[in-house]
């Protein structure tokens, strides 16, 4: 462990979001690829924000669910139940720009391991983008990849 850096835990091989992506194809990529969140990058590759399941649920707080008080005044349920649709389809056209996280912890491909989970322990993030000293994208690290590193030894 002592020697390992970000660039020898990370995955290499990262899933990327742009800021004009749909949120709708971000919710489905997420789902098919079984991950919790991405980074975004702008046209060169550079990190400008994260995008997660997080932010999408965020913004899902703001649906009306629908009440049902009576399953005779269905009706009223039809209203409300349109309204949420209506909601849900307002956020799946919603940008990434729009509900991605700007305020990103990211870490060096020479920081150390140690340095590494520190930080993703400190500021309780489950996924960091590993940059180059240019801020160019070169991999991720999850929580899994920390733990995968810890117990390969």
């Known amino acids: 462990m002592k020697n390992k850096t970000a660039k020898d835990i990370m995955t290499t091989d990262v899933i990327v979001a742009n800021g004009s992506d749909s949120i709708a194809n971000i919710a489905k990529l997420l789902i098919k690829e079984k991950i919790g969140g991405m980074p975004v990058v702008d046209e060169d590759n550079k990190v400008v924000g994260i ?3 997080t932010d999408i649920m965020k913004k899902e707080k703001y649906v009306e669910a629908p009440q049902v008080l009576n399953f005779l005044q269905g009706l009223l349920f039809l209203d409300d139940f349109k309204q949420m649709e209506q909601d849900m389809k307002k956020i799946a056209a919603y ?4 509900l991605m996280s700007t305020e990103i912890i990211i870490v060096n491909e020479n920081d150390t391991f140690d340095d590494v989970a520190n930080v993703m322990i400190k500021k309780s993030v489950n996924r960091v983008p590993v940059v180059d000293d240019l801020n160019m994208l070169k991999g991720i690290i999850c929580r899994y990849d920390i733990i995968r590193a810890m117990y390969k030894e």
Do not use: A, H, R, Y
Request: aromatic letters at 0%; zero cysteines; hydrophobic letters at 30%.
């Open 51 to 53: 995008i997660s399941e």
């Open 95 to 98: 940008k990434v720009e729009d």
